[in-house]
């Protein structure tokens, strides 16, 4: 069972100047304490469903292959991004390090949402990450599967937005 950190462990300040726009902390090879920071951090960014915010995290031409769709470059993210959190109702995201090399980051994660006719899924899937030496991610490689559940199944019930540091992780709900 991993150890959740901390909100004060996870925030990053954000971005000021155009310097501080190019770094993204923590930065390549990753430790582990690194990457489970930088998994959090990913987290924390879906959480927002800001795609503008979110897209800050990847390099301006970063490629990304998600379901049957593969988005190149930030606004393709930032467009792609808007199309998921529109179809997506009340999303929340649960991630977990799986594993880490040098500048890679293998993750599998879970979230729970609901369609406009309110119906809820959870959907389950694993990620790839690939990042520049500045720490933003160029590369993102996801495999997602839709699981339907009744509303009486869902598993995260705190208000949208960032995941509370007492909330269990996915290994902790047995996903």
Same mark, same amino acid.
Request: aromatic residues 12%; charged residues 30%.
């Given at each position: 069972?991993?150890?959740?950190?901390?909100?004060?462990?996870?925030?990053?300040?954000?971005?000021?100047?155009?310097?501080?726009?190019?770094?993204?902390?923590?930065?390549?090879?990753?430790?582990?304490?690194?990457?489970?920071?930088?998994?959090?951090?990913?987290?924390?960014?879906?959480?927002?469903?800001?795609?503008?915010?979110?897209?800050?995290?990847?390099?301006?031409?970063?490629?990304?292959?998600? /379901?049957?769709? *593969?988005?190149?470059?930030?606004?393709?993210? &930032? %467009?792609?991004?808007? =199309? @998921?959190?529109?179809?997506? +109702?009340?999303?929340?995201?649960?991630?977990?390090?799986?594993?880490?090399?040098?500048?890679?980051?293998?993750?599998?994660?879970?979230?729970?949402?609901?369609?406009?006719?309110?119906?809820?899924?959870?959907?389950?899937?694993?990620?790839?990450?690939?990042?520049?030496?500045?720490?933003?991610? /160029?590369?993102? *490689?996801?495999?997602?599967?839709?699981?339907? &559940? %009744?509303?009486?199944? =869902? @598993?995260?019930?705190?208000? +949208?937005?960032?995941?509370?540091?007492?909330?269990?992780?996915?290994?902790?709900?047995?996903?």
């Amino acid at each position: 069972m991993e150890t959740p950190l901390t909100t004060q462990q996870t925030q990053v300040p954000e971005p000021k100047t155009p310097a501080e726009i190019a770094t993204r902390p923590p930065l390549p090879p990753f430790t582990r304490e690194t990457a489970i920071q930088k998994v959090r951090l990913a987290e924390d960014g879906w959480n927002s469903r800001d795609p503008e915010k979110v897209a800050l995290a990847y390099t301006i031409d970063s490629r990304w292959r998600n /379901r049957a769709e *593969f988005p190149n470059g930030r606004q393709e993210i &930032i %467009e792609f991004l808007k =199309r @998921k959190w529109a179809k997506e +109702l009340d999303y929340r995201l649960i991630k977990e390090l799986w594993a880490h090399e040098g500048n890679r980051i293998a993750v599998r994660f879970a979230y729970e949402w609901h369609d406009d006719s309110g119906h809820w899924f959870r959907s389950y899937g694993n990620e790839n990450w690939e990042f520049a030496e500045n720490g933003l991610m /160029r590369r993102r *490689f996801a495999s997602i599967n839709d699981l339907p &559940i %009744e509303e009486s199944d =869902r @598993k995260y019930h705190w208000p +949208l937005g960032r995941r509370p540091d007492e909330h269990p992780g996915l290994s902790d709900l047995g996903l």
